[in-house]
């Protein structure tokens, strides 16, 4: 039986809340299948056959909040903390400028040792070294004069997951302290700055449902964020999350086809996460829609230390050192990086 809301998702480029649940649950393999091509030639169209890339910085991992699924969660007193310097943050940019890199990522846990002071001098650095580039910030929720401090240095992205749209699934993944309101009233901050901004969610987080899912995206439907990073869900051996099942690989990249048909012109990494659980992940992401990677730009030492789940990935293609072996990658599905700093479309 043909599924007609496929039909619809193609032809408008958006469905109801309820569509979208429906959607998911009665997806076909082939219906599926249309999506992710129609997917990749939207995005084909919008950007060319190129793929972004950001080099990503983890600058901290302490982290003041205690996040069910999070490696590095506050109660975790098995992580080594660190923090980088300026000096060390500053030499990940010129080793990245080295590299050819025209956009960064700085990204920690809510450490609120960076100060808006510090950090927006951080910024103004960043700018001087690399004005190149562009800069994205992703350290959690803070004050509206963080945000603006580090907006006028110069700051041009910032990255804050909503994690999950849903107020009762949102509840069961973070302690009573947190909420899904003050996450969305961070974006609604960040987005009235100026910023182009990122948001995002896991796939397969513990007691999600499609009607979650939905939810999910039919906030980024109103919302209309210049960027959707998503992954799927992995366990971390030391939270209460432990004993809980990895999300899954193909529905994750279905959800990357959904958002690029919906928002042709957004930008949509192939995470890391999907290329911790499938070597091949980040390539059926691209093929599906994806358009960014974000290799890793941090020092060797202390990358196993930024471990929000287990077995992720840090040494190996998607260390921004080795470059090369991702466009070899990238050059087998006939993709390229492009050269620019690829600013959102939207
Ligand atoms: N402190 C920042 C950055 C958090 S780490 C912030 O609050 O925005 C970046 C992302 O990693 C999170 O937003 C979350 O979606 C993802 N993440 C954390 N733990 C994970 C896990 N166990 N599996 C998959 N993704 C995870």
């Known amino acids: 039986m043909p599924n007609t809301l496929v039909d619809e998702l193609l032809n408008t480029h958006c469905l109801s809340r309820d569509g979208y649940r429906e959607l998911l649950e009665t997806l076909s393999d082939e219906d599926a299948q249309r999506l992710k091509i129609e997917a990749q030639r939207l995005c084909e169209q919008a950007y060319g056959r190129v793929v972004f890339r950001r080099g990503l910085v983890e600058f901290s991992n302490y982290c003041k909040n205690d996040c069910y699924y999070c490696g590095i969660r506050r109660s975790n007193a098995a992580v080594s903390r660190y923090r980088l310097s300026d000096d060390e943050i500053l030499n990940c940019i010129k080793e990245g400028k080295a590299l050819g890199f025209k956009s960064y990522v700085l990204q920690s846990g809510d450490d609120r040792h960076y100060t808006t002071k510090r950090m927006a001098n951080l910024v103004a650095e960043i700018k001087a070294l690399a004005p190149e580039a562009s800069l994205t910030l992703s350290m959690g929720e803070r004050s509206r004069e963080f945000y603006q401090a580090c907006f006028d240095a110069g700051c041009d992205r910032y990255l804050l997951r909503h994690e999950t749209a849903k107020h009762c699934h949102y509840a069961k993944l973070h302690p009573k302290e947190m909420s899904l309101s003050s996450r969305l009233q961070c974006l609604e901050v960040i987005k009235s700055i100026g910023y182009q901004v990122g948001t995002g969610f896991m796939v397969g987080s513990p007691f999600q449902c499609y009607a979650d899912l939905a939810e999910d995206l ?129």
């Open 218 to 346: 039919y906030f980024i439907q109103e919302f209309r964020p210049h960027m959707v990073g998503i992954g799927p869900f992995i366990a971390h051996h030391e939270t209460k999350f432990a004993d809980m099942p990895d999300g899954s690989v193909e529905l994750t990249i279905r959800m990357i086809a959904i958002l690029r048909i919906m928002h042709p012109k957004i930008l949509l990494p192939a995470t890391t996460a999907l290329g911790t659980l499938d070597p091949d992940g980040r390539e059926k992401a691209i093929l599906a829609g994806a358009n960014v990677l974000m290799p890793n730009l941090s020092p060797l030492r202390v990358r196993e230390w930024y471990m929000i789940y287990d077995n992720k990935i840090s040494t190996g293609d998607e260390s921004a050192q080795l470059c090369t072996q991702l466009e070899e990658r990238l050059r087998k599905i006939n993709y390229r990086f492009a050269e620019d700093r690829g600013d959102s479309l939207m």
